[in-house]
Every structure is written in structure tokens, then in C-alpha cells.
């Protein structure tokens, strides 16, 4: 073939394409069509996601109509004026004429699909678009496009009539998309639909267009393009055939034609069983096996089953995520390396392994309606996956694998949420609570050593000094069990110099106790663990004996594993308890969504700190939404801080109630506000309000012919603060990937800087720059006259911080102070006593306001420490609402989902804070849509409106640059003429 050739009638194509207004209209009518299908028909802006994938979900079907147009006169024109014949005696091969004609028509395919390319710049102006499933479906486009030009280049070729080859290209063309729809997949189901998806064009392009681009989907489009270019080739050499021409030429001809069809096409079925042939081009790579999910299959011992329980017959919306579920399983199995099995099952056709899973496992199938237009009925379908390694177990159903956002009132849109990461979770709790119940020795990732500071068994209590030899004793037993992962030593802080004794006090805070309150003999006993680079105190137990000792190292050691789920303490209000016959009351904000949520990744342990004191598992403490904490519980949050623990307060000067009625906000009083202050942390008491927020979905009720409708308007509302980058600090984990945060009623917090000098302060929250303050305490939503913003700025405006991260050394707030644990009388007279020696008593009986009952008791001593190590953290949210049920469901009702990047932070807060940021890294792949900026709808207007333009202005210059190319090559004509060439 001589490419100069195929040049030349590609040029001489495009020349007549643009000499004619039709194409022009072609390309005008595909604009137009695409751009109100993305913005009008799958609603853009109310969809709220920044991508292009609804231009993307209709390409296959607007590619079939500008496909046919672009080939309908290619060779129905040339057998309609009988220029074939002529075209048939040049010495031209078949493939180059094919070729040429092809190349012309699919770049006027591409200079459509180049005329679409300012609605993703627009996205990336006004939102974080990730450009990796962009570009993978201008690829598929083009390849797609290709396929149906081939396929209409060969009807062209059978026909003289331009209308009927448009007719036939199109009705031939919708068959290869109709194969693969559910119109079709629905009807069969099982293996039968997987196959009609594979010979599909669209649902091929729709796996393209996520941003995986599959040398399988690849190979499909360029096999069919191949095919149809080959029949083109035949059926223009059959027209140059004699009828007694030479047959065994012929034959050869339909024999090389036949076999290279039949190669082109049977390499699909050869290539469909390789399933890691692809590449995922998406920001993240999140339909690929993370680094962090290897991590964890690495470390099984055991062979892993997954069995996923998907039924033939299911919902049509659920039926296309069975193949990508499949897919995924698959490649786990694959990184397992021969630990993993991985089983694909449909229970209708396996009585037994349903029968398993309905007793075993509680797997049940969920009824799902499905209708069309001429019945109605109830499907039993199984969407599951189980995850079993030793005696532990996870099942996934299919509300924790996808995710359904409500488009229109009559259509939905479900997805796979992020299987990798709800998969790997499920990994992560089977794999450590079966290691759980062997050593925990064994996930230890650097030597612990055990050090106690303990004076001489003179200066000891008689309790404490009969405790040692069970403490050595215990220790041994753990030395023994550790080998050189753990040891143990015993320091004396007032040996030689004492200097130790100083020592521990300036970096830990650790005073000399007393056992009561006029004992002058002061003495130490504090124990803790420690890597070399971070230091967990252990708490005495309450009962001194080697059971509860053991109990107590072990959840220390816990701190330092890798393999074992971290614990949370969480403090927030309880929902009421129903009463009989009425329900359960109204009790203020509800926290049931965040627990649910903690609890698929930790163990999560709620306390209310009335004992004054954290509970001894815990990793991490959570407080959400306090109001008027006593002393006890501020000595319990302050101590564990001490500790080195990490402690994530939730807290604001206000609190909004919301009902059908009312929305009120009022005064809250949370008691942790001077112990803030003590920290270098202020809560101003104002209210932040952002002009970028989410709205507020206010229900209106309509009256139409007699009937009452009622449906939701989305208000203005700054109260809700949508905090975006750069107000979403990327640069701590704990973004992990959230597009945005919503934070409701949030108050400004303000860092003292003297005080958090030595510390690390880190905002994570801020608002946007045209944010204001305001203290009036009526939040309704309200509307103007001209029904915009009835909210408008007042006083300064700027960005203020919402959320903060302090880390260091933090001086404890009852230094100085008795012990809250002590009773009134104990307090007393601790005033009395020397500032520098701690107080010290029984906690189960500080109710005692004996001062001989004091000097009677030395079980457990209780003292305070004053200094915390450097690993300390602190995490200060200024609101109370942002994670409770009632918010999350108002923020995700105009997507009819619930809202889910509040809790989410937390848990990346979590995962961050305890060093465990394997899941943290997958969640930053891409488990939460991106999101758009709130927009008016003057923008959105705008918006389209410039898009528009742009086509028209695209349309413009192709009609300019022909004429130019026009007038140029006449001129060259000319010329050539007028040198005495010959035409």
C-alpha cells in the first residue's frame, strides 16, 4: 500500500465533506445533541459529581447517528453516478481506496469529538476533575467511532441510495450496541448475559469510560473496525471481477477474506481469559489492587476463602456489577499468590451452599421489585461476598458494596462504592481477629521494652511493695513468651544522684506519690512501654493480681502492633430508650451512623467518663457533642491526653436543634472550655458563615389539578460550610481523598501561640475567604424577594480555621490541683497539703469522706500526671452536629443518599492518629465522588451558555480554515496551469 495514496483520498474526502452545508449540520446537530444531553438530560448540576461520564454514558448511541451520516455517501454516491467502475480499472489496490476514505471519515469523527472537549475544561475550571477516565473515553470514542465507521463504509459499499445506507448503518450498528444492554442481559442472565456484554459496543465503551482501559475492550473495537474494512475490500474487488473470470482467483479471495475474519475474531475469545491485560488510568489507580492491599494478603498464614454469592436473576441495576465484582475477586486472588481462593456461586443453582450460607453465615437473599411496562414481580437475588480465613468471618452484602444516588424521581444511579476498599476492610478484621488469638507478640513491628519506675520496697506502701514480686513475675512470663521482641527493666528514679527522678518529670510529668494525704513518705511507682520512639504508660490495676497485670502490659503492647484492631472510646449522647407505646422520644442529636461506621474498622467501646477515668483498652478517645462535663470526666480526657494518647474533641459554643417544626440554635455549655483555653485553644462564640456551602433541602408542598405534592428546594444556606482545597488541608492523611467537608454551625477557633510554641499546629479545616461570623443565634434559611440569598455578609470577611491538629508536650490542667477522683472532703484538705506531693486513694471508694478511711485504703493509687510525652495529639472539630445521623441524612437528601464524608474524616482521623494508614491510602483512591462547588443559577447558565458558544465558535474556524485550504490549493491550480501543466 503507498500512504500517499491513501493521503491523497482521505484529502479529496474531506474536501467534498466541507465543500456541502450537510456536514457541517451533521457536526452542528452532534454538538448540540451532546450538550444538551449533558447539561438538560442527565442534569448536570443537579447530579453534583465532577466528571463527564454522562457525555461518556450516551457516546455509543450518538457515535451510531454521526457514524452513519459521515458514511452514507462515501460509496453510495460513487455507485450512484457510476464513478465505482471508473474507481474499479485505476491502478489503486481496494485498501488503499478503503483506507483513505476511512482515515477521511474518521477524522471528521475526531474533529467532533475535539469540538466536545471544553465541557471537561469547563469541569476542571470550576472542580477537581480527574483527567485519567477523560481521556480513556476519548480513546474508546475514537475506537468505538472506528468500529461504526467500518461497519457503515461496508453497507455504503452494498447500496447506490445515500438514505438507505443511513438507514441500514444505523439499524446495524444499534444491533452490535443493543447486544450487550440490559434490554437483552436482562432476558438470559448467567454466563449467557456475560457473553452478550462481551460482544456489546457499549457495554464494552462503559467499562473504557471509567478509566481501565482493557487491551481486551481494545482489541474488540480494532478486531471490528478490521472486519468490516476486509468485507469493504471484498466486496469492491467482487465489482471488479469478470463473469468468466479466473475462479480459483476468486475462491482465493473469499478463502484469505474468510480466514482473516475468522483470525480476527475467534483472538477475542483468546484474549478473554486474560484478565490482568489492562491498565487503569484513573488519579489513584482505584480499580487496581493497592500496595496496601498486597500488604495484607502478605501476611496471611492461612489459605483466605472469598466467595461471592451473586445471582442470574437479579435487578437490572445490579446485574452490570456483577461482572466488574468478579473482576475484582479476581484480582485478588491473583496478588494472593496461591493464599487466596476465590469462588463465584449462584445459590439458586447450589441448594447446598445456600443452605450454608443461610444458616452459617446469615446470608439471605434481599426481594427485589422489577418492572417494565407490561408486568410486575418480586426477584430473590443474592449480591454477597464472604470473607472467611480460620474461625473469623466478614459477609458484604450489597448495601455495603454500592452505593445509589437518586437522579430523578423515577431513576437512580448504582455504582460500586469502592469494593477494594470495603473488601480489604473485611480483610483486615477477619485477618487480626484471627491473629488476635495467637501471640501478640507476633505483630509487634519493633522490641518493646518494659520499664517501671519504682522505688525501694522501703519507701513502698505495703500493697505496693507485696505487688512487685507479682509484677516481676508476670514480667518474666512475658520475657519468656516474647524472646527478643520484649524486655523488661526496673529503675529506681532516687537511686545515686537522682537525677532519673528529674529526668522523668521533665519529659513524662512523673511526681513522687504519697499513700495518703499526711504521709510525708513520698515514693514512685509508674509503669511503661516504650519502642524507643514513642511511650505508653500503664495504668495500676484495679485489682493488684497477675490476671489483671498480665490484661494491662497486653493493651499496652497493643498500641505497638500491626496486626490486631486498634479500640476506640467514644463519648457521645446515647438515642433515648422508646417508651412503651409512644416510640422513642426526641432526644437531641444521635450518633448511630458514626458508631456503625467506626465499628466496620475498630472495635469501638462508648463510655460517658462518670468514673473519671478511660477505659484501659482504648487507643483513641472520641468525644462528640458534650455538654457540661463534670470534673471526672475533664480529669479523664486530660489524663489520657497525659498519656500520649490522641484525643478528638467534636465540640462548639452552639447547638442547633432541628425538627419538622423549628429550627432553633442555642448556647451550649460543653465543660471542656477552660481546659481548652489551659491547652491554647479558643472557641469564639460565634457562628462561621460561608458563601461556599451546602445547601439546605427545604420541603415545599405543591397543590397540582386538586393533588398535594411535596418535594424539596435546595436554599442558600451558609450556616452548612463546604470546605474544599486549599480549605481541606491535603497535606495531613487525614483528608484521605474526601473531595469536600461539610461542617454545620461551626465556630472559629483561634490558636494561642505562646502556648503551642513548642508544639506542632497544624489547621485542617478552613473556610473560604469570603466567610463571615455572626452570634445571631435565628439560623432559619431565608430567601429574598428576587428568591436568591436572603444571607449577606456582615463585618470582616476571610478564611477561618474549623478544625486544628496540636502535637507535643501538653501540661496537664490539674497540675497543681488534687485529683477530682478524690471526694469533697479529700479535696479539702489535699488544698491543705504540700503542693508536691500527689494525692492518693482508692477509686471505687472516693465517695469516702474520711480522712482516717484515706490513710486505711492503698489498693490502687491514683496521682496526676502532669506532662505528656511528645506523641500526644489533640483534634479540635468546632461543631457539634456535622457527624450526627439527622445532619448526615439532611446533607445527602438532594442526592437521596446519606451524607457520608463527615464520618469518614473521623475515620481517617482514626487510621492516621494510630499509625494504621493502609486503608487510609486506599480510601484516597477515589471512595467518594468529587464533588461540584455550590453554584448559583446565574452560573450554571453561564456555563452552558459558554459551551455552547464554543461549538458554534469550533464550527466557525473549520469553516474558515476550509475556506482558506480551498482557496489556496485553486490558487496552486492556477498557477500550475499557467506554467503549462496539463490536467
Not at 521494652?449 to 513475675?473: H, I, N
Not at 486530660?638 to 484525643?647: A, H, I, P, R, Y
Amino acid at each position: 500500500m503507498r500512504l500517499n495514496v491513501i493521503r491523497r483520498v482521505a484529502r479529496k474526502e474531506l474536501t467534498l465533506f466541507f465543500a456541502s452545508p450537510v456536514g457541517y449540520l451533521f457536526v452542528l446537530a452532534f454538538l448540540g445533541v451532546t450538550l444538551f444531553v449533558f447539561f438538560w438530560g442527565e442534569a448536570f448540576f443537579v447530579r453534583n459529581v465532577a466528571d463527564v461520564r454522562p457525555m461518556f454514558e450516551w457516546m455509543p448511541v450518538l457515535l451510531i447517528f454521526l457514524s452513519a451520516a459521515l458514511t452514507m455517501r462515501m460509496w453510495s454516491e460513487e455507485r450512484r453516478t457510476g464513478t465505482l467502475e471508473f474507481v474499479s480499472t485505476l491502478p489503486v489496490s481496494g485498501w488503499e481506496f478503503v483506507l483513505g476514505k476511512f482515515l477521511a471519515c474518521w477524522a471528521l469523527l475526531a474533529l467532533a469529538l475535539v469540538l466536545t472537549l471544553p465541557l471537561p475544561i469547563t469541569v476542571s475550571l470550576i472542580a477537581d476533575l480527574d483527567w485519567g477516565p477523560v481521556l480513556a473515553g476519548y480513546v474508546a470514542a475514537l475506537l468505538l467511532g472506528a468500529a461504526y465507521l467500518s461497519i457503515g463504509l461496508f453497507v455504503s459499499a452494498r447500496t447506490d441510495s445515500q438514505i438507505v445506507s443511513l438507514i441500514i448503518a444505523t439499524f446495524a450498528c444499534a444491533v452490535f450496541f443493543l447486544v450487550g444492554s440490559p434490554i437483552l442481559t436482562d432476558l438470559v442472565g448467567g454466563r449467557l448475559a456475560d457473553g452478550l456484554r462481551a460482544m456489546g459496543s457499549g457495554s464494552r465503551f462503559e467499562s473504557i469510560t471509567r478509566g481501565v482501559l482493557d487491551i481486551r475492550d481494545l482489541y474488540y473495537y480494532v478486531s471490528l473496525s478490521a472486519v468490516f474494512l476486509a468485507l469493504n475490500v471484498y466486496s469492491l474487488e467482487v465489482q471488479r471481477w469478470a463473469s468468466d473470470g479466473v475462479g480459483a482467483r476468486h475462491r482465493q479471495w473469499r478463502l484469505g477474506t474468510g480466514l482473516l475474519v475468522a483470525n480476527l475474531l475467534l483472538a477475542n475469545v483468546w484474549l478473554g481469559q486474560f484478565t490482568a491485560l489492562r491498565m487503569d488510568v484513573t488519579e489513584g489507580r482505584i480499580y487496581s489492587i493497592s500496595d496496601a492491599t498486597r500488604t495484607y494478603l502478605a501476611q496471611l498464614k492461612e489459605p483466605l476463602l472469598i466467595r461471592g454469592y451473586f445471582s442470574s436473576k437479579t435487578h437490572p441495576l445490579l446485574a452490570p456489577l456483577v461482572p466488574q465484582m468478579r473482576d475484582l475477586l479476581t484480582e485478588f486472588e491473583v496478588a494472593g499468590n496461591g493464599r487466596v481462593r476465590v469462588e463465584i456461586i449462584d445459590p439458586a443453582e447450589n441448594p447446598a451452599l445456600e443452605d450454608e450460607a443461610n444458616t452459617k453465615y446469615g446470608i439471605r437473599a434481599v426481594p427485589f421489585q422489577v418492572a417494565d411496562r407490561y408486568q410486575s414481580s418480586l426477584v430473590n437475588s443474592y449480591f454477597d461476598v464472604l470473607i472467611s480465613y480460620g474461625d473469623e468471618y466478614e459477609v458484604l452484602g450489597f448495601r455495603d458494596l454500592i452505593e445509589v444516588k437518586v437522579v430523578s424521581e423515577s431513576e437512580m444511579d448504582v455504582q460500586l462504592r469502592n469494593p477494594e476498599y470495603d473488601l480489604t476492610r473485611s480483610l483486615k478484621k477477619v485477618l487480626y481477629g484471627f491473629q488476635g488469638g495467637s501471640s501478640i507478640f507476633d505483630n509487634l513491628q519493633a522490641p518493646v521494652t518494659f520499664v517501671g519506675y519504682l522505688s525501694e520496697d522501703a519507701r513502698l506502701p505495703e500493697a505496693l511493695a507485696a505487688y512487685r514480686p507479682v509484677l516481676r513475675q508476670v514480667l518474666e512470663a512475658l520475657g519468656e513468651e516474647g524472646g527478643d521482641r520484649f524486655s523488661a527493666e526496673l529503675l529506681d528514679p532516687e537511686a545515686g544522684d537522682g537525677s532519673l527522678a528529674l529526668e522523668i518529670e521533665e519529659n513524662y510529668g512523673f511526681q513522687p506519690m504519697a499513700a495518703s494525704l499526711f504521709d510525708v513518705n513520698q515514693f514512685y511507682f509508674y509503669m511503661t512501654l516504650t519502642d524507643g520512639s514513642a511511650l505508653v504508660q500503664i495504668p495500676l490495676p484495679e485489682a493488684l493480681s497477675e490476671e489483671a497485670t498480665r490484661r494491662g502490659i497486653e493493651e499496652g503492647l497493643k498500641r505497638f502492633a500491626s496486626g490486631l484492631l486498634k479500640t476506640v472510646a467514644l463519648v457521645a449522647p446515647e438515642a433515648p430508650a422508646p417508651m412503651m407505646g409512644m416510640g422513642r422520644p426526641p432526644g437531641g442529636n444521635q450518633f448511630q451512623q458514626l458508631r456503625d461506621f467506626l465499628q466496620n474498622d475498630f472495635n469501638v467501646v462508648s463510655t460517658d467518663l462518670a468514673e473519671g477515668v478511660v477505659p484501659e483498652e482504648a487507643d483513641l478517645l472520641m468525644v462528640v457533642d458534650p455538654e457540661v462535663l463534670d470534673e471526672k470526666a475533664l480529669f479523664a480526657v486530660d489524663q489520657f491526653l497525659m498519656k500520649g494518647g490522641t484525643v478528638v474533641l467534636a465540640t462548639s459554643p452552639f447547638a442547633a436543634s432541628l425538627s419538622q417544626q423549628s429550627l432553633v440554635a442555642a448556647q451550649r455549655t460543653s465543660g471542656l472550655e477552660p481546659w481548652l483555653e489551659h491547652m491554647g485553644v479558643r472557641l469564639q462564640p460565634q457562628m462561621v458563615m460561608d458563601p461556599q456551602n451546602a445547601a439546605f433541602p427545604a420541603p415545599v408542598t405543591r397543590q397540582v389539578g386538586g393533588f398535594s405534592f411535596q418535594e424539596l428546594i435546595m436554599l442558600d444556606y451558609p450556616y452548612f460550610a463546604d470546605i474544599r482545597p486549599p480549605g481541606l488541608n491535603e497535606d495531613v492523611g487525614v483528608a484521605g481523598g474526601l473531595p469536600q467537608v461539610t461542617l454545620t454551625w461551626a465556630s472559629p477557633i483561634e490558636v494561642d501561640e505562646a502556648r503551642n510554641a513548642d508544639r506542632s499546629v497544624v489547621p485542617l479545616l478552613e473556610s473560604s475567604a469570603g466567610s463571615w461570623v455572626s452570634d445571631d443565634l435565628d439560623v432559619m434559611p431565608r430567601v429574598g424577594s428576587q428568591g436568591l440569598s436572603g444571607f449577606a455578609p456582615q463585618g470582616p470577611v476571610g478564611p477561618r480555621t474549623l478544625a486544628v491538629l496540636l502535637e507535643g508536650r501538653f501540661d496537664s490542667y490539674f497540675t497543681d490541683r488534687p485529683s477530682p477522683l478524690l471526694s469533697p472532703a479529700e479535696s479539702d484538705l489535699a488544698d491543705e497539703a504540700e503542693p508536691d506531693i500527689a494525692a492518693a486513694t482508692l477509686e471505687d471508694d472516693a465517695a469516702d469522706s474520711s480522712a482516717d478511711a484515706t490513710e486505711d485504703r492503698l489498693g490502687v493509687v491514683s496521682s496526676v500526671i502532669d506532662r505528656s510525652p511528645e506523641s500526644a495529639r489533640l483534634f479540635v472539630f468546632a461543631s457539634n452536629g456535622f457527624l450526627s445521623d439527622q445532619m448526615l441524612q439532611l446533607i445527602g437528601s438532594a442526592e437521596g443518599t446519606i451524607y457520608g464524608n463527615s464520618v469518614q474524616l473521623m475515620a481517617n482521623v482514626v487510621d492516621w492518629s494510630l499509625e494504621d494508614r493502609s486503608l487510609l491510602a486506599i480510601r484516597s483512591r477515589g471512595h467518594f465522588n468529587r464533588t461540584l462547588p455550590p453554584l448559583e443559577q446565574a452560573e450554571q447558565a453561564v456555563i452552558e451558555s459558554v459551551n455552547y458558544l464554543v461549538a458554534l465558535i469550533g464550527i466557525g474556524f473549520v469553516f474558515l480554515w476550509h475556506r482558506r485550504r480551498v482557496k489556496a490549493d485553486r490558487l496552486a491550480h492556477e498557477g500550475w496551469l499557467r506554467g503549462g501543466g496539463v490536467v
